[in-house]
């Protein structure tokens, strides 16, 4: 037991800060996507909600080995589609196209990243339904770290590296995602 912060009442119990807390449970943490973004990703949640990320019900979609902070929610399949070992305990675990009979609670935050491109086009569809109906309303967040799959490809080319098979929508991308959250 710790008090977390630089002041207050409670004395009793070392006295830790929480960016230490959060930065020691970070580190045992493989990097990913999500590392590349994390700060950004977190201070534009902050702003949204005025208030400590750690008040807030947050679920990492497709965590894999890179959740987005230490303590949040997480839903992953049981084995990750790249082989890695995920690292980090996964709260709820099965097939994302099935997530609203799996996961029965409400988040402020629901963050999920490179993960909805790899499904075909009326997969996203439900997904996207299911995503929204596990907020807790109109305030609540849908983040999400997706790529440009034209951009990516031309980055694969200049790089002659090969793309990642499993993106499924060949014009995936910010217009492409708008218009089906639009939807």
Do not use: W
Not at 27 to 55: A, M, P, Q, V, W
Not at 58 to 82: N, R, V
Not at 85 to 93: A, H, I
Not at 137 to 159: A, E, T
């Amino acid at each position: 037991v710790y008090t977390v912060g630089k002041e207050g009442p409670l004395d009793v119990f070392p006295r830790i800060s929480f960016e230490g807390i959060v930065k020691n449970q970070l580190s045992k943490i493989e990097c990913g996507e999500t590392s590349k973004f994390r700060n950004f990703i977190l201070d534009c949640i902050r702003g949204h909600f005025n208030e400590n990320i750690i008040e807030l019900d947050i679920i990492d979609i497709g965590s894999g080995h890179d959740p987005l902070t230490a303590d949040c929610d997480t839903f992953d399949l049981e084995t990750s589609y790249t082989g890695k070992t995920l690292g980090v305990s996964t709260t709820f675990t099965g097939d994302v196209r099935r997530i609203s009979s799996i996961v029965d609670k409400k988040y402020d935050v629901i963050y999920s990243s490179h993960l909805i491109e790899d499904f075909r086009d009326e997969e996203i569809d439900s997904i996207l339904l299911q995503f929204s109906n596990m907020t807790k309303g109109r305030k609540s967040l849908l983040v999400f770290l997706l790529p440009d799959q034209q951009r990516y490809l031309r980055r694969c080319s200049k790089y002659n590296s090969e793309p990642n098979g499993s993106h499924k929508i060949s014009h995936f991308g910010l217009d492409y995602i708008f218009d089906k959250i639009k939807k």
